[in-house]
């Protein structure tokens, strides 16, 4: 099993003398491989740039404490959907609390947040504002999981619960081998939308899940070379998981 991030400050920031606003944490367990990945939302209300910084860092390390003292043991995929829509609301109102501690208003210091997480074959999403998560099966097959086809700079973080989605794929007959979950930094540039339908650069795709060639030791500082490469002027945050079948030597 691989499970490798990384997270990058976009030139649009550097620029604005801002930090990188996004944030990922990942746990390499071999039952329950994870991700949290954050984009912190760049404005106020008042159009002002935020301190969204502190949210997504937040709820990435709360998200992720969460799930691993939840995830443990024999789950049913039922057990582990209704695991991870449970972190999604314990997470926000973490947030909510927090950010009255630093006297801020809720609205004015927001973050998107997706949840990857893998379990014998099986990939489970959850997803609150843009970004999204791509997999492929050992079929062949390609998806990707989102809240929407992103056609504006509008985004619904995790302070709007009616827009969270969640997600189940994979099974015993075709396991799910590899997936990515990441910002829209990143994500936007993988997968565009052409006239309304997902327009994928399957170059770039495949260049990214190549990471399976890489030695183990080389995996950190070659992921971030890629990403680094994605033509992208916003933060740039990515983590990939690579189920390998059985009979592989992948490590």
Not at 3 to 19: A, D, I, Q, V
């Amino acid at each position: 099993m691989i499970l490798e991030s990384t997270t990058l400050r976009g030139s649009y920031h550097k620029e604005f003398g801002l930090p990188n606003q996004d944030a990922v944490r990942i746990l390499k367990d071999d039952a329950y491989p994870l991700a949290v990945v954050c984009d912190g939302v760049s404005l106020t209300s008042a159009r002002t740039f935020s301190r969204s910084e502190l949210a997504s860092k937040f709820c990435a390390k709360t998200a992720l404490a969460y799930l691993r003292d939840a995830l443990h043991g024999q789950l049913s995929s039922s057990h582990i959907q209704q695991i991870l829509r449970e972190c999604f609301v314990y997470t926000e109102k973490q947030l909510q609390q927090y950010l009255i501690k630093q006297d801020i208003p809720y609205y004015d210091c927001q973050t998107t947040m997706i949840i990857m997480v893998g379990h014998k074959g099986k990939l489970y999403g959850g997803i609150a504002g843009d970004g999204g998560i791509l997999f492929q099966l050992r079929s062949g097959q390609t998806g990707i999981m989102v809240t929407r086809l992103k056609t504006s700079s509008s985004v619904y973080p995790i302070g709007d619960p009616e827009h969270w989605h969640f997600f189940a794929t994979g099974s015993k007959a075709d396991p799910v081998i590899g997936a990515l979950a990441a910002t829209d930094g990143v994500f936007d540039t993988l997968v565009g939308s052409d006239h309304g339908v997902p327009a994928a650069n399957f170059e770039e795709i495949g260049r990214l899940f190549s990471i399976r060639e890489v030695p183990m030791k080389k995996r950190a500082q070659w992921l971030e070379r890629e990403v680094d490469s994605i033509r992208s002027h916003d933060d740039k945050t990515l983590a990939i998981l690579i189920n390998p079948p059985k009979d592989s030597n992948i490590r």
